[in-house]
């Protein structure tokens, strides 16, 4: 088992280089260049286009690709993650700055997503074919049919604007001394996105749990005559947790997508919004280094994850 | 014990379909249900069958857009912006005096578009791949398993927005860029199929046939996988109608001269328009939502039907 | 200080007859007819008074109303059938398709090209639309190689944008000879800017601009469309005391230390606004007064008017120029200090001019006056070690300048001093890369007090400010670009005290809040449509 796991982690490296010379291929397809973010449309208009070649040129745009490419990846080895080229900040300090908002955003939405979608998945797996169960399974269907801004826009207009009871957006406020302060801020964004995501754990809850109280050694706790709760919430729900938990581990990394359109909603300044802006101005650095670090984020996670269900569930066993 | 105890019970309904494929196999008209049997199974589940007319319908008014509404969706009329329902216009007008119904119809076009071709951009891609590499096997395999585990460690959304870069804002792209991301599910959910597929027995028959691999893996094998593989396709059109309509709200979607759903749907995040016009932002968000789930529901329907454990 | 300055009258035409109303090249659009029959074809009017709700003036001129704009200039009013017989007479082909590309990546700017699309598909000229993205300057401006035949260097057909320029003549002299894009040489126009920017003689300027603004309105080079105010947007907490509006854009004699707020519960002057830093402070050389943190944290030499007129000296104790309009002088005033408290002195404002001429990203009117001056060109190409034109003792600077410069005060209204002891051994290069920007020490009435980049930046008066302490505790500035995204959501929240847009939707919205005021403030702002005149491949 030991040899397995090492193989593969190893397996990752040639992997992670693949990844990043596609990465940093594909941006440099990209039309234009950062100098289009750095100014204004009308700040562009007024500079002639040799005022343009000596900024490109300063900005290290003109050398050739595979230079460009090992310049970057040797900085990477030496953990120099290259620096923002609108701010000539540091790339390891913006995304580092971004990681709290981000992953405060992301935490929240899964915890509740989480706790919401197991218990009605499990309410509609006892449940199986009532009233509560179907409407359970359509409403989480209209979830997710529904795009997510125009969800988020509507409750910021309800909540926010209408009956006042949440801030507007943003995170942090000048006079917020305790971690704590900033908690209505969050409030609005998280049950957003963690009820997009409900929908999803509460299907899959609902069908594992299906799934493992059809199984023998629950036939055989009931024939023991162990009462039906725990029967149901004992041994039902313990094994069925094991695919929810490899459900939510793989959604973490996958929140770094899924929390873009949303910090754009309400003004949460995280990883996603430092991606769309970077991506908006080919501040190529940037884009790379947030687009590798989420896949790497995604890979150690299901790793990760298989390790963890390989350790919990004694039934897999590996060469 | 047991036939007179039989004779004794009242026969039931049960009993009496019995007695009927009894009857008709005596007389040698009975004949093996096929696809139908699916298809029934798919028409007692209301949802399914209601999600399937609703589609159906969409499609049709959009198909036929200039026989359901007289309005062509780009014509400008500024002096009548921002008028509401009326019996001239059902839905309304936009902020340019646009009429909201013949843009939804005809931005269906577009939207539909974008998720089905999509979709079936991705199965084609994956599903041949798929198919050919499970069944054969070896260097190709693992070369494709390999490039598609690259593909799907990316977070989705992240991939789109960076091909959207690479690639530059159009319709075509788009689609390319929905189905170069797409295709590795599907890619997946095929190939597992061949894996399970091509060691039973009729294949291994079919080889000592000699017939070509070909033959074998597209005429014999996927024809058997095309349950799930519908399912997905299903599900995946929901996936890109819906992701196209994020993209436009970044900004990032289909050129904003193109009517889409999506398009459409954007002026919502002008503040002034999403709490006094209701009529221009809301009909795109609930024809959206409803297309989405009725696929939802014609999904789950297939799925149900295809799949034989799942017994929800 | 009145200027005097013998024009030298250059202007001779070679024209005897006008042989105007032909195509110049393969590119219909070359030939004014076409051009002209485009304006006929869009109803301004109509446009003005529904899309932009009527807050927008209709333009028949780049110059806005004003002294400098010649009275009964060409209009083109709505006239379709004149727009289908000039058509008719250019030989229109109508199965070709015009692409007009812009750069706004708002709604209104496409339901804008939607409106004109329809407007020219009527009169039966094809237009398809698009946003150019990545560098949009380089797609916009590229200069063909050969400025007289082409062929053109920009892929499009037609461009909407604006040109918001501080001085009126750099809103034509980007028409010279081989800086331009769209247009083919012509000796004409080339003349007559060469005087306008070498005058400072005014009554010689305006003649020029009369003349400039007839023959590109005749010929119709570019079609303005409208010129656009900017909106100054209050909340009913803010009292500017007296303070006067101006132009929002640029830095004026707005007396923010009067400036007052009603105080929070805790007692304290707390002003929101937005424009704070992103992920950098932007640097003041290049727009001196987009945002709140460029306005408030710098100070300039002279002060100026709402309409930007110079009027005084500000961080000057006085300043004088030449009747040549050839030699500027500046005495500072005394004990002049940094944020950080060490002085301001005379010496490190010729450091900064002598930096400036090395950032190549500087508003181009700074540039302009800095290379006019003595001994500049001698600096950049590396063979002087330092500006002769630049002329220091104790506090007093003089600049001397080779060539007259119309807009030299203004400049100095604008541009803004930096800390030598800050920014020494900067590479010009990567200016706006100088961990400087993510802190700086200015010399204006505020100073910054706690940067959160991304969440707010919060800035405090400065205690040593010449003109006295500001009054408002506070000013906390949210991140965001100069155009708002997100403005009306956060108006609606009460997050916002002060600001300007120029998006007439937000206006409209704005206006429609009981607790804001919305200011309208005339700043030379033209939207227009560039026509692309070069031959194509």
Not at chain 3, 141 to 167: C, E, F, I, M, R
Not at chain 3, 358 to 372: G, L, Q
């Amino acid at each position: 088992m030991f040899v397995y796991f090492t193989r593969r982690l190893l397996y990752l490296i040639p992997m992670l280089l693949g990844i990043s010379f596609l990465i940093y291929l594909g941006l440099e397809l990209t039309p234009g260049d950062v100098i289009s973010y750095l100014l204004p449309p009308e700040a562009i208009a007024d500079l002639k286009p040799e005022e343009l070649m000596a900024m490109r040129e300063a900005l290290g745009l003109n050398d050739p690709f595979i230079i460009r490419y090992f310049y970057w990846l040797g900085g990477i080895l030496q953990g120099d993650f290259g620096y923002s080229l609108a701010s000539g900040v540091p790339i390891s300090q913006l995304v580092l700055d971004r990681i709290p908002a981000t992953l405060e955003l992301s935490v929240a939405a899964l915890l509740f997503s989480t706790l919401f979608g197991v218990i009605l998945g499990s309410i509609s797996a006892l449940k199986r074919g009532s009233l509560m169960d179907n409407s359970l399974t359509v409403f989480g269907m209209i979830g997710v049919s529904i795009p997510e801004f125009i969800f988020g826009l509507v409750a910021l207009v309800v909540f926010a604007l209408q009956l006042e009871w949440l801030p507007v957006g943003k995170r942090l406020m000048p006079g917020y001394d305790s971690y704590w302060d900033h908690m209505p801020h969050l409030v609005m964004p998280a049950m957003v996105l963690g009820l997009i995501m409900t929908a999803g754990v509460m299907r899959y809850t609902r069908s594992s749990m299906l799934d493992s109280l059809n199984k023998e050694f629950i036939r055989t706790a009931r024939s023991k005559g162990v009462p039906e709760w725990r029967v149901n919430f004992i041994h039902g729900l313990r094994v069925a947790l094991i695919p929810v938990v490899v459900l939510i581990g793989f959604r973490l990394p996958m929140l770094i997508g899924g929390t873009v359109i949303i910090e754009q909603v309400f003004q949460w300044p995280g990883v996603g919004d430092l991606f769309v802006n970077a991506v908006r101005g080919q501040n190529y650095p940037l884009v790379m280094m947030i687009s590798f670090l989420s896949v790497t984020a995604v890979l150690f996670a299901s790793f990760l994850i298989d390790l963890l269900t390989a350790l919990l569930d004694p039934r897999i066993k590996l060469e | 014990m047991s036939d007179a105890k039989i004779m004794m019970r009242r026969p039931t309904r049960l009993d009496k379909k019995f007695d009927l494929l009894r009857e008709k196999t005596e007389q040698g008209t009975l004949k093996a249900a096929s696809s139908n049997r699916a298809l029934s199974k798919l028409a007692s589940n209301k949802l399914a069958v209601l999600g399937l007319a609703f589609v159906t319908i969409m499609i049709l008014a959009s198909v036929f857009a200039p026989l359901v509404t007289q309005y062509d969706p780009q014509k400008v009329d500024l002096r009548m912006m921002l008028k509401p329902p009326s019996a001239d216009h059902i839905l309304g007008t936009d902020k340019i005096g646009r009429d909201v119904f013949a843009r939804i119809i005809y931005g269906g076009r577009i939207s539909i578009l974008v998720g089905l071709g999509s979709a079936l951009g991705a199965a084609l891609i994956g599903v041949s791949i798929g198919a050919y590499t499970g069944y054969k096997g070896g260097w190709w395999d693992s070369t494709f398993l390999r490039i598609s585990e690259v593909v799907m460690s990316f977070p989705q959304i992240i991939l789109v927005l960076m091909l959207v870069t690479i690639l530059g804002q159009s319709l075509m792209n788009l689609i390319i860029i929905f189905t170069l991301t797409g295709w590795g599910s599907l890619y997946r959910l095929t190939r597992a199929q061949m894996l399970s597929l091509r060691e039973e027995e009729y294949v291994q028959a079919l080889r000592a046939f000699g017939l070509n691999t070909f033959t074998i893996c597209f005429k014999h094998i996927l024809p058997n996988a095309l349950g799930p593989i519908m399912v997905n396709i299903t599900l995946s059109t929901a996936m890109f109608i819906l992701q196209e309509a994020g993209l436009s709200f970044l900004g990032l979607g289909v050129p904003l001269n193109i009517p889409t759903w999506g398009n459409i749907l954007n002026v919502a995040q002008d503040l002034r328009i999403l709490q006094n016009y209701w009529w221009v932002w809301l009909p795109s968000a609930v024809t959206i939502s409803l297309f989405v789930l009725a696929i939802n529901f014609v999904g789950d329907g297939l799925r149900d039907t295809t799949d034989p454990t799942m017994q929800g | 200080m009145k200027i005097r300055f013998l024009l030298p009258l250059v202007v001779t035409l070679c024209f005897t007859t006008q042989l105007l109303a032909m195509p110049k090249n393969s590119n219909p659009l070359s030939d004014s007819r076409v051009r002209q029959a485009i304006a006929y074809a869009i109803d301004m009017d109509t446009i003005q008074e529904t899309l932009l709700e009527g807050k927008a003036i209709v333009a028949d001129s780049h110059i806005p109303n004003g002294p400098f704009k010649k009275p009964g200039l060409p209009k083109y009013s709505y006239d379709p059938d004149k727009a289908r017989q000039l058509l008719k007479e250019a030989n229109w082909n109508s199965s070709q398709e015009l692409d007009m590309v812009y750069y706004y990546s708002d709604q209104l700017t496409v339901d804008l090209m939607t409106a004109i699309q329809a407007y020219l598909s009527d009169v039966g000229i094809k237009m398809n639309f698009r946003k150019l993205e990545g560098d949009v300057g380089a797609q916009l401006w590229t200069a063909p190689k050969d400025p007289q035949n082409g062929p053109s260097a920009v892929k499009w057909d037609l461009a909407y944008g604006a040109h918001g320029p501080l001085a009126l003549q750099e809103y034509f002299s980007r028409y010279k000879t081989g800086d331009m894009s769209i247009s083919p040489a012509d000796a004409k126009v080339d003349s007559m800017i060469d005087v306008l920017t070498s005058t400072a003689d005014i009554a010689a300027q305006k003649k020029i601009f009369f003349e400039m603004e007839d023959y590109m309105q005749t010929e119709l080079f570019t079609l303005p469309l409208y010129y656009q105010q900017a909106f100054i947007y209050e909340s009913n907490k803010l009292n500017r005391n007296g303070g006067i509006y101006g132009n929002p854009q640029y830095n004026y004699d707005w007396d923010v230390t009067k400036w007052t707020v009603e105080p929070d519960a805790n007692g304290k002057m707390v002003m929101n606004t937005n424009t704070g830093p992103m992920e950098f402070f932007e640097h003041p050389w290049f727009n001196p007064g987009l945002f709140i943190t460029n306005k408030v944290l710098f100070d300039r030499l002279i002060s100026c008017d709402g309409g930007l007129a110079p009027t005084r000296p500000k961080m000057a104790k006085y300043y004088n120029l030449s009747k040549d309009a050839k030699t500027l002088t500046f005495e500072l005033k005394n004990g002049l200090q940094w944020h950080d408290g060490s002085a301001i002195t005379a010496e490190e404002i010729k450091w900064n001019i002598e930096l400036a001429l090395k950032v190549p990203n500087i508003m181009p009117i700074f540039k302009t006056t800095f290379s006019y001056l003595e001994g500049a060109e001698a600096f950049m190409n590396g063979s002087a070690s330092s500006v002769s034109g630049i002329a220091v003792s104790g506090n007093k600077i003089t600049l001397s300048f080779a060539q007259v410069d119309p807009n030299v005060l203004l400049t100095f209204t604008q541009w803004t001093p930096l800390p030598r002891k800050h920014l020494e051994g900067v590479d010009p290069a990567k200016f706006q890369q100088h961990p400087f920007w993510q802190n700086p020490i200015g010399s204006g009435p505020y100073k910054v007090k706690e940067v959160k980049m991304n969440d707010y930046l919060i800035m405090v008066p400065f205690e040593n400010f010449h003109e006295g302490v500001s009054r408002i505790d506070e000013i906390v500035a949210y991140p965001s670009k100069d155009n708002d995204a997100n403005l009306v959501k956060n108006a609606l929240a009460g997050s916002l005290d002060y600001g300007f847009t120029k998006n007439v939707a937000d206006v409209k919205a704005l206006e429609e809040m009981d607790h804001m005021r919305v200011i309208p403030a005339d700043i030379p702002y033209t939207r227009m449509v560039w026509f692309n005149k070069y031959a194509k491949n």
